[in-house]
Nanobody, 125 residues
Framework: VQLQASGGGLVPAGASLRLSCAASGRTFRSYAMAWFRQAPGKEREFVAAIRWSGYITYYADSVKGRFIVSGDNAKKTVYLQMNSLKPEDTAVYYC???????????????????WGQGTQVTVSS
């Protein structure tokens, strides 16, 4: 299974970007998909997730109200609409897919089985 993330770029503060992530390869059952990010010198952190049962969404406090996660479980795709971008949103953004509930919480790296290669988002001040 491969996850391909795209849509990153260089934008000014206040702008918007939409990231996309699509899974390919063998068919797999997905429990949830998510976005994480890693800024230079920092640990990878949770951004947003969508649990396919009920299409329930979860957000980190730092992006709540600005970012919207959506997707299509049948197509194994997930999107991240990022609005009102700030310089502190600058990071490499990774998408991830979980095949089953593990009890670690959707904000935990350990809940996910597959990871994409990352797409760079740079927000200038």
């Amino acid at each position: 299974v491969q996850l391909q993330a795209s849509g990153g770029g260089l934008v000014p503060a206040g702008a918007s970007l939409r990231l996309s992530c699509a899974a390919s390869g063998r068919t797999f059952r997905s429990y949830a998909m998510a976005w994480f990010r890693q800024a230079p010198g920092k640990e990878r952190e949770f951004v947003a997730a969508i649990r396919w049962s009920g299409y329930i969404t979860y957000y980190a406090d730092s992006v709540k109200g600005r970012f919207i996660v959506s997707g299509d479980n049948a197509k194994k795709t997930v999107y991240l609409q990022m609005n009102s971008l700030k310089p502190e949103d600058t990071a490499v953004y990774y998408c991830a897919a979980s095949t089953r509930f593990k009890g670690r919480g959707l904000s935990s790296d350990f809940e996910y089985d597959y990871w994409g290669q990352g797409t760079q988002v740079t927000v200038s001040s």
